[in-house]
């Protein structure tokens, strides 16, 4: 457990929770601990879906300025512009559905850190938003290249170009979000998704994640085979064996998997 991000597991549900008070701002320390929360909830075995949070008034409201602001470009470009990457890489890489529960400000590196989830619910008074152009930078966590694919180059553009906050109405019509619920609902309705996977076909689900986010970054033949790589794979599993042996007697919506 981190000073500023913590792994809390229950009912085989891994909570990553930002928590840097005031606004989980994202110094170095605390993208270094995220590394070390995707690699915890990614090797244990217990957990089987991820809910990524930052508590009830904000999810974090970007990266920490205070500590950005005096580097020079050779030790941006040597160091900290790597850290960017791989803290979000770390997350996106998690093998299990993860689903961001967005509650108030999630500005610049914590929209970075949203845009590693799978799915994002976000609260009726959120606003995200790329703002770094107004500090004369771009984003470095992976916002150019995740929004763009998320919601199309022109709204990604439109985005981050102006730097304006977006309120979860908008997000919810552009693709940003998933799904917009009350404010004081964020948390559990992210865990109530999050438990629609605890349970199923884990290996299943980690290749269905790996062929999507693989065959996005290559052209349709690569990606389709990916997929067949993939799915044959999943022939040597004991998830796919006792699935269909249970569709077979039982009929759909019945199996019991092991993970295995």
Do not use: C
Request: proline share 4%; hydrophobic share 45%; glycine share 12%.
């Amino acid at each position: 457990m981190g000073e500023f991000v913590r792994v809390e597991v229950e009912d085989g549900i891994a909570t990553i929770r930002l928590d840097r008070p005031k606004m989980n701002a994202l110094n170095a320390q605390m993208q270094r601990e995220l590394i070390d929360a995707a690699r915890q909830v990614t090797q244990d075995e217990a957990v089987g879906a991820v809910v990524l949070y930052g508590g009830a008034r904000v999810f974090a409201a970007g990266a920490d300025i205070k500590e950005m602001a005096p580097m020079s470009y050779a030790e941006m470009s040597a160091g900290h512009s790597r850290l960017l990457q791989d803290f979000a890489k770390a997350l996106a890489a998690i093998p299990k559905p993860v689903i961001a529960a967005i509650t108030g400000y999630a500005l610049g590196g914590g929209l970075e850190v949203a845009l590693t989830a799978d799915f994002r619910v976000a609260g009726e008074g959120a606003k995200v938003g790329q703002p770094e152009i107004q500090l004369g930078i771009i984003p470095g966590a992976g916002g150019t290249q995740r929004l763009a694919r998320l919601v199309g180059p022109s709204k990604a553009k439109d985005l981050i170009f102006s730097g304006r906050h977006v309120a979860a109405g908008e997000a919810l019509a552009i693709g940003l979000v998933d799904r917009v619920v009350p404010d004081d609902a964020v948390y559990a309705a992210a865990k109530e998704w999050a438990a629609t996977f605890v349970g199923g076909p884990a290996i299943a689900l980690r290749a269905a994640k790996q062929a999507i986010d693989r065959g996005l970054e290559a052209d349709l033949d690569t990606g389709l085979e990916i997929e067949r790589t993939q799915f044959a794979a999943l022939f040597a599993t004991e998830d796919q064996a006792s699935g269909m042996k249970s569709f077979l007697e039982e009929g759909p919506g019945k199996a019991t998997f092991t993970g295995r």
